[in-house]
């Protein structure tokens, strides 16, 4: 059982688009964090949520989580080709250690 | 200043041999993680270490898998009998917060593992 769903799995899309990938889960989570990873390199943290509803802006990307910190959402405007990669969200689980818990990710390609 | 190091990059073993992974932390960080990506999957949480005391274990899939972390610092994962299934790419965090907020983790490149 996938503690937490991401959706898309692929996504191409032309560059200028926008799109949003989605992060769900049954689980409530202390803080949830959106990573993206390049092949062949491990995955480099872009934001941490931590309150439920908060919203976080990084240029053209918007980081959201939900109000009973159960879900996330990731909303690119204007995508560029050097957005392409993999976008990984992940939870730390309430009562656990630190060890986050992977989506299984969204592999998003833009072509120019 | 230097990243998380891991070594090596590719390893390459037949069924049934011992394989060993090193992770070099970032200096100064207390807290090692090691995950494990396989195709089409998301990071798999296999072992937590935080400072001294016991690490947490919960993630290691079978008593084939096993890790140290000496000093406080380099880890080492090792894997027993591998079996085709071991195959993935291992992956190395570390970070210098622990909890459950703000805990960034830094990654290393990882080792892909390759069992034939």
């Known amino acids: 059982t996938q503690l937490l769903e991401q959706s898309p799995q692929f996504l191409s899309i032309q560059e200028g688009e926008n799109l949003t990938v989605y992060c769900n889960s049954s689980?409530?989570?202390?803080?949830l964090q959106w990573y993206r990873q390049e092949p062949g390199e491990g995955p480099v943290l872009l934001v941490t949520v931590v309150t439920g509803g908060e919203v976080k802006k990084l240029k053209r990307l918007t980081f959201q989580f939900g109000d009973a910190r159960k879900d996330s959402s990731l909303h690119i405007t204007a995508a560029q080709p050097g957005d392409t990669g993999l976008y990984l969200c992940?939870?730390?689980?309430?009562?656990?250690?630190?060890?986050?818990?992977f989506g299984k990710g969204t592999k998003l390609s833009v072509k120019p | 200043g230097a990243g998380v190091s891991q070594s090596p990059s590719n390893k390459v073993t037949e069924k049934g041999k011992d394989v060993e992974l090193r992770c070099d932390p970032i200096s100064g960080h207390t807290a090692l993680y090691w995950y494990r990506q396989s195709l089409g999957q998301g990071l798999e949480f296999l072992i937590y270490f935080q400072g001294n005391s016991a690490p947490d274990k919960s993630g290691l899939p079978s008593d084939r898998f096993s890790a140290e972390r000496t000093g406080g610092s380099v880890s080492t994962l090792t894997i027993q009998r591998t079996q085709q299934e071991d195959s993935a790419v291992y992956l190395c965090?570390?970070?210098?917060?622990?909890?459950?907020?703000?805990?960034?983790?830094?990654f290393g490149p990882g080792t892909r593992l390759t069992v034939l």
């Open positions: 965090a570390s970070s210098s917060q622990t909890g459950l907020v703000n805990n960034e983790q830094f």
């Open positions: 689980s409530v989570f202390s803080s």
């Open positions: 992940a939870g730390a689980q309430v009562g656990s250690q630190g060890n986050l818990i």
